[in-house]
Every structure is written in structure tokens, then in C-alpha cells.
């Protein structure tokens, strides 16, 4: 099945610092979602992207739609204790197809 | 709040028992799904619905059935579970957003143990 590589797979950092993860493809998407999942819940969309090129933030998040429709990357500025979870970037391929990378786990020292 | 309601939240069951988890969801959205997420894999597709007695399978549906009998609930069915459907399932529904893009909001998940 189609694969979305994200990396890294796991991040241990000091709070305050500036975290950054991204997505690559062999595909081309239409969409890409960045959602942040905590401990015992699901995943809850951070940001959406739509066209190539695009740069969107919320708050202290950044996210950019890759120029090649084929990556993505998530930024997250000055990280504070509520950032730790699991980040997981998705690709709209058709109508109703979303692929998921595997998930980034960030852990915070405080 | 999509208002998506999952059901068991946790569950443990033997190996080659039947097993159903429920999604329930009160704002009548016509697609839902269901993902498993397993460590390293991320959430992979199982099934999902685009109507009442409409569904289609995803990647991962070997093992799986499910039943849109209603607009508010989707049900998964393990036939006779496997160790290897150890896993926590979620349901999503998907919203209409910006240039026809699917956003999905998902529920809390099922943790399912099959021992």
C-alpha cells in the first residue's frame, strides 16, 4: 500500500526549544493533515493543507504543503509541556483515502 | 465535538470469540470509519460507510466486517478474533473542508486485548 515515511519516529526535548518533523512520499497528494494525538484519545487535527507550497500556523505551529505535493513538515516554536504526544502527518490520496505516517512521539524535559 | 461515541472502550476477549465494537456518532454525517492503530504502523484503514448499507473496504480488512444499518452507528465485527487483531480501533467521521478536502475527527478508540 502507499507509504508516508515520518521521521523522526521519536524526539526527546527541553521545553522551550523549537521541535520539527516532516513527511516524505513516493506520491503525490492532494492534502496534507497534521493531527496531535494525547495518551488515551484519538487523534485531533492540528492543521490542513491544500495547496502546493502552502504555509498555514496555529499558534506556535507551522505547517507547509511540500512544492512537490510529495512532503510536509510541522514546526512547532518555544514548545511547552502540553506539546508531548504523538504528531502524525496524513495524505489525501482520493475521496475518501488518507494515509497515515507512523507517528512522531515528542517527550519534554522540563 | 463531533459527538462520536465509542463502545467498549476496553475490552479482553479469547482467541476465536466474536467481537463488535460500536460507533456511535449524533450529527449525521454520511461517511465513518474504522482505523486500527498499532505501534509503527501510524492508523491504517479497515473499513468505512458513505451511506446507510454502504461500505467499502480499506487496506486492512482481512478478518473485519462491518454493518451501517442506521446513520449513526457503524459496527465492527472480529468473526473470530486473532492475536494479531490486538490493537486500538478508532472511528472517524469526516467533515467537508477547504477545496474538498477529507478531514476526519476521530473518537476516543477501543483498546481491544485478544488473548
Known amino acids: 500500500g502507499q507509504q508516508l515515511n515520518q521521521s523522526p519516529q521519536s524526539m526527546f526535548i527541553q521545553e522551550g526549544e523549537d521541535v520539527s518533523m516532516n513527511c516524505t512520499s513516493s506520491s503525490i497528494f492532494n492534502t496534507w493533515l497534521w493531527y496531535k494525538q494525547d495518551p488515551g484519545e484519538g487523534p485531533v487535527l492540528l492543521i490542513a493543507?491544500?495547496?502546493?507550497?502552502e504555509l498555514t500556523s496555529n499558534g506556535r505551529l507551522t505547517a507547509q504543503f511540500g512544492i512537490t505535493r510529495k512532503d510536509s513538515f510541522l514546526n512547532i516554536s518555544a514548545s511547552i509541556p502540553s506539546d508531548v504526544g504523538i504528531y502524525f502527518c496524513a495524505g489525501q490520496l482520493g475521496a475518501q483515502k488518507l494515509v497515515f505516517g507512523q507517528g512522531t512521539r515528542l517527550t519534554i524535559n522540563p | 465535538d463531533a459527538g462520536i461515541t465509542q463502545s467498549p472502550r476496553h475490552k479482553v476477549t479469547e482467541t476465536g470469540t466474536p467481537v463488535t465494537l460500536r460507533c456511535h456518532q449524533t450529527e449525521n454525517h454520511r461517511y465513518m470509519y474504522w482505523y486500527r492503530q498499532d505501534p509503527g504502523h501510524g492508523l491504517r484503514l479497515i473499513h468505512y460507510s458513505y451511506g446507510v448499507k454502504d461500505t467499502d473496504k480499506g487496506e486492512v480488512s482481512d478478518g473485519y466486517s462491518v454493518s451501517r444499518s442506521k446513520t449513526e452507528d457503524f459496527l465492527l465485527t472480529l468473526e473470530s478474533a486473532t492475536s494479531s487483531q490486538t490493537s486500538v480501533y478508532f472511528c472517524?467521521?469526516?467533515?467537508?473542508?477547504?477545496?474538498?478536502?477529507?478531514?476526519?475527527?476521530f473518537g476516543a478508540g477501543s483498546r481491544l486485548t485478544v488473548l
Open positions: 493543507l491544500y495547496k502546493a507550497g
Open positions: 472517524a467521521i469526516s467533515e467537508s473542508k477547504g477545496a474538498g478536502a477529507n478531514v476526519l475527527t
